[in-house]
């Protein structure tokens, strides 16, 4: 079975949720799923893995999301669902735009450090053919960009920023992020660095912050 | 087998040159699994298609690069060459730092326009066990970075670059000039582009060049 099917499958069969308890084993699962990624440093694990942490058996975790993929999914849209409330919260904030867009490059930074796997895990599903692509598409990348165009917007307004198209500005500021996060083996074998440090992180951070906010500016604040 | 083991195995396999025809026949090899991974946007091929390609047979591949992975490693090798034969020619110009920084943005942006498998291809390749990938950083990465901490000092002592950490350099440029081409699938589903133009891989080089330019610039020109 392609990888196409199986994820249109896991779109299919992913079961209902049933009350407290079951909702509490949902989460048991994707935390499971989460923290093994992180030791392993990869999304490649089995379902006998996250039977094996949670002491749940395998037929819970087919009744929840179907198959692997599914519980994949059901990863993004958990992390997607966190990042777009922090979008939301960051958007509604009566502070100027540059200070908002600090805070939005910092958040996307930690979101990479925190949860290294979620740049491995997107490519792998948008790969998985259209519908996947689009799904992961409309609950992870349009509210982002929905977010960006409004700043942009509002910087604008605030004669602090001066106009860019908003669909290179995406691409730049994400590629930006999350690339020293996608190549820990540049990183390692290039660099010398064997982990990023909270220390480095903040560095990166910071370094992506001034060279945006100064690009973008016009001068006035 | 696993992939570490295959491409380890390639390393040590690899036949050598012989002669004209031999390069030749080599060369017609490269081209062929170029030409199909940019056919078929994807750096999954078989060894057939390359023999059905070029009308050379299978063993004839086995004794030129072992296998596969061998053949992948190759085109990086060959590719790399290219790369830094530009990235020495543009160092050697007689040129500010400010307008080498524009060129060799450009000319990141153009590699990944014109090669669309070279991303896939690094990673690909970066995650098949140390060896493997201490050897595509040899080849492909250290010479950028070699370049790019000779620039930044230029524009320095120039008085026209303010000083920033190399590392972060490195990333946030690589990160910014190749997401755009990384993430098709996000381009079709969220901004409606179906396919990368001359046009918007200009426009999304000139958005590069001028963010960072002016996010490094000291003011004085």
Known sequence: MSQ??????????????????SAQTRLDLLNAASEIMIAKDSIDFSLSEICLRTGLSAPLIQYHFGNKEGLLLAIIERDAARAVAQLDALAAMPTSADRKLRMHIEGFVKAYFRTPYLNRLLHYMMASGDDVAKRVSDVFVKPITVFQKNLLDQGVAEGIFRPIDPMCFYFIIVGACEHMFARRCALQHVFGVDAITDEIRRDYGQAIMDLVLQGISTGRS
């Open 4 to 21: 196409t099917d199986t994820v249109a499958k896991a779109l299919r069969s992913r079961g209902p949720r049933k009350g407290t308890t």
